[in-house]
Every structure is written in C-alpha cells, then in structure tokens.
Nanobody, 120 residues
Framework: QVQLVESGGGLVQAGGSLRLSCAASGSTFSISAMGWYRQAPGKQRELVAD???????NYADSVKGRFTISRDNAKNTVYLQMNSLKPDDTAVYYC??????????????WGQGTQVTVSS
C-alpha cells in the first residue's frame, strides 16, 4: 500500500515562495513517476508538474519558469518549489504517483492535500 503525505502549504503574499514536500511510503518510489496537482474552489483538478524516475520534468504553462519539481529517492520525497506566487496559484495541492503513457497519467494514489493561499 502506497501512502503519500504532503506538507509545506500555507499563507503567503503575492511574489513570495513556498516549498511543498510529499513523503511516500513503499519500496517502489525510485521507479515511480510522480506528479503535483492542484484544485481551486469550483475548478477541476489540474496537473501542475510531473517528474519521471530519471528526473525528466514537465510543467503546466501557467507555472513554467516559477515552479520546480524535484525528487530525492533516498528520502522517498518529491518537492515542489514555488516562486513568484500569484493569487491564481491559490488551491489545494496534491501529490500523486503515476505513470507515463505518452504523457503523465495519475493512479489512485493521492495524498490528503495541502492548502496554498496567496494573498494579493
């Protein structure tokens, strides 16, 4: 059973930074693709960034140049560094273990989410 636990959310002013962490249980983390999603009130959950087992990354256009996804396989942890935050980044952020089939696909392994609120 895979468990994902996010942390690092909070309230920040526009232009500020936050780093989210997602700690994963299980021995297969190092060979798993991982993704960060977010869901704002009244909106669908959207993929923000994903990272392959080998460290290849992809980003949504809305966060390119501001967010960085990374992973530490020794710690079974994936990170999302968020800089130059905007009020539109306000959402609950979730990590997910997924796979690639041309693009990133989520599985049913989700964390509980961490709230990010950006004030203007």
């Amino acid at each position: 059973q895979v468990q994902l636990v996010e942390s690092g959310g909070g309230l920040v002013q526009a232009g500020g930074s936050l780093r989210l962490s997602c700690a994963a249980s299980g021995s297969t983390f190092s060979i798993s693709a991982m993704g960060w999603y977010r869901q704002a009130p009244g909106k669908q959950r959207e993929l923000v960034a994903d990272i392959s087992s080998g460290g290849r990354t992809n980003y949504a256009d809305s966060v390119k140049g501001r967010f960085t996804i990374s992973r530490d396989n020794a710690k079974n942890t994936v990170y999302l560094q968020m800089n130059s935050l905007k009020p539109d980044d306000t959402a609950v952020y979730y990590c997910n273990r997924g796979f690639y089939g041309g693009s990133y696909y989520p599985t049913d392994y989700w964390g509980q989410g961490t709230q990010v609120t950006v004030s203007s």
